[in-house]
């Protein structure tokens, strides 16, 4: 897409239109950005960001670090001043109680001492949006099939739900497993959750909501989007953990489950992204020594319940039809059918 600017633009928010412009070339995924900052020509989205960092932070537009789209549209910027911040725009799914509740949340774990992103001020809205600002951090996407990346990442979840035991979760969203519809709104324009023949993955997420919502077990504020893809890296130590607004309701053992299926994911580096059974069963080994304290077998059961509506939420995601062929988690989902994807021998 050709970007042409007019002379109010100024070096840095060419920079950030040049980059907003490399990243959305395909019409799909910049239809997924105008789902959250409407149909926006480069110049204008990159302007109108300049405008929000002159009104939040009192800096304006620099450079651009990067520019991406998952759940919400994520800038990593350059300040006229030098300073790398984030901003973060958020879907319309999220209601303000729900991020100022996650605002809330975050800003506890960070005085706390855990590897985050800082708050950098309070969540805003403009133009019917709500967005936030935070630090860049730098660092690096690790595989997590490594034994030494994994278990950094099972004992920085086992850190964070001891902090979080004094984190009022009160006004999080419902983690999927404890909502009444099997499937949310997709977080991508154009994923098809009722594509014909994925009936059977529908099933087995019904049935993983069943059994979390039949155990009364108590709930904390759950990263429910733990995994390798969020976590940063420099000389090998572990630097932060992004992607808070995937602060959810949910128990220990609902946030344990659905990690253990998914922590491997990331789309940097040339690996499965789906873990093993024995890779998922480590790292929640990995979890109880951390946590000193082993799962009930109830809590076992929630576990294993949470890891099969993860792998069912990929499958339906990615499900084209019968006759597709299965991708990781399609495969993993049909493994698990009859041996639960967690052991706890």
Same mark, same amino acid.
């Given at each position: 897409?050709?970007?042409?600017?007019?002379?109010?633009?100024?070096?840095?928010?060419?920079?950030?239109?040049?980059?907003?412009?490399?990243?959305?070339?395909?019409?799909?995924?910049?239809?997924?950005?105008?789902?959250?900052?409407?149909?926006? +020509? #480069?110049?204008?989205?990159?302007? @109108?960001?300049?405008?929000?960092?002159?009104?939040?932070?009192?800096?304006?537009?620099?450079?651009?670090?990067?520019?991406? *789209?998952?759940?919400?549209?994520?800038?990593?910027?350059?300040?006229?001043? #030098?300073?790398?911040?984030?901003?973060?725009?958020?879907? +319309?799914?999220?209601?303000?109680?729900?991020?100022?509740?996650?605002? /809330?949340?975050?800003?506890?774990?960070?005085?706390?001492?855990?590897?985050?992103? *800082?708050?950098?001020?309070?969540?805003?809205?403009?133009? =019917?949006? @709500?967005? $936030?600002?935070?630090?860049?951090?730098?660092?690096?996407?690790?595989?997590?099939?490594?034994?030494?990346?994994?278990?950094?990442?099972?004992?920085?979840?086992? &850190?964070?739900?001891?902090?979080?035991? #004094?984190? #009022?979760?009160?006004?999080?969203?419902?983690?999927?497993?404890?909502?009444?519809?099997? @499937?949310?709104?997709?977080?991508?324009? =154009?994923?098809?959750?009722?594509?014909?023949?994925?009936?059977?993955?529908?099933?087995? $997420?019904?049935?993983?909501?069943?059994?979390?919502?039949?155990?009364?077990?108590?709930?904390?504020?759950?990263?429910?989007?733990? =995994?390798?893809?969020?976590?940063?890296?420099?000389?090998? *130590?572990?630097?932060?953990?992004?992607?808070?607004? /995937?602060?959810?309701? $949910?128990?220990?053992?609902?946030?344990?489950?659905?990690?253990?299926?998914?922590?491997?994911?990331? @789309?940097?580096?040339?690996?499965?992204?789906?873990?093993?059974? &024995?890779?998922?069963?480590?790292?929640?080994?990995?979890?109880?020594?951390?946590?000193?304290?082993?799962?009930?077998?109830?809590?076992?059961?929630?576990?294993?319940? +949470?890891?099969?509506?993860?792998?069912?939420?990929?499958?339906?995601?990615?499900?084209?039809?019968?006759? +597709?062929?299965?991708?990781?988690?399609?495969?993993?989902?049909?493994?698990?059918?009859?041996?639960?994807?967690?052991?706890? *021998?």
């Amino acid at each position: 897409m050709h970007v042409i600017l007019h002379g109010m633009a100024t070096a840095g928010v060419q920079r950030l239109a040049s980059s907003i412009s490399t990243e959305f070339d395909d019409e799909h995924y910049r239809a997924d950005l105008a789902s959250i900052v409407g149909v926006r +020509s #480069d110049e204008s989205l990159a302007l @109108w960001i300049d405008e929000l960092c002159r009104a939040q932070v009192g800096q304006a537009v620099g450079g651009a670090r990067f520019a991406c *789209k998952s759940f919400g549209a994520v800038f990593g910027l350059t300040l006229a001043d #030098d300073t790398a911040v984030v901003l973060k725009l958020f879907p +319309s799914t999220f209601d303000e109680t729900a991020l100022r509740a996650i605002a /809330s949340c975050l800003a506890r774990i960070h005085e706390a001492g855990f590897p985050s992103p *800082k708050p950098l001020v309070p969540l805003f809205q403009a133009a =019917g949006v @709500w967005g $936030a600002f935070y630090e860049l951090i730098d660092g690096t996407v690790l595989d997590a099939h490594r034994v030494d990346v994994r278990r950094t990442l099972a004992e920085a979840l086992a &850190e964070l739900t001891r902090i979080v035991g #004094d984190v #009022d979760p009160t006004g999080l969203p419902l983690a999927p497993t404890r909502r009444h519809t099997v @499937w949310g709104t997709p977080h991508r324009v =154009g994923i098809d959750l009722g594509v014909a023949g994925g009936e059977w993955i529908d099933a087995r $997420a019904a049935a993983a909501q069943r059994a979390v919502r039949a155990a009364a077990l108590p709930v904390i504020a759950a990263h429910l989007d733990w =995994g390798t893809k969020n976590a940063l890296f420099v000389d090998g *130590k572990l630097r932060a953990i992004l992607d808070w607004d /995937s602060l959810m309701i $949910a128990s220990e053992a609902e946030l344990v489950g659905r990690a253990a299926a998914q922590f491997t994911a990331q @789309w940097e580096l040339p690996v499965r992204l789906a873990p093993t059974r &024995e890779e998922a069963s480590a790292f929640v080994h990995e979890y109880e020594e951390a946590r000193g304290r082993r799962f009930t077998p109830v809590e076992q059961l929630v576990a294993n319940a +949470s890891a099969d509506y993860l792998m069912a939420e990929i499958a339906r995601q990615v499900f084209r039809g019968p006759d +597709s062929a299965d991708d990781e988690y399609c495969a993993l989902l049909r493994e698990t059918a009859a041996t639960p994807l967690i052991s706890f *021998k």
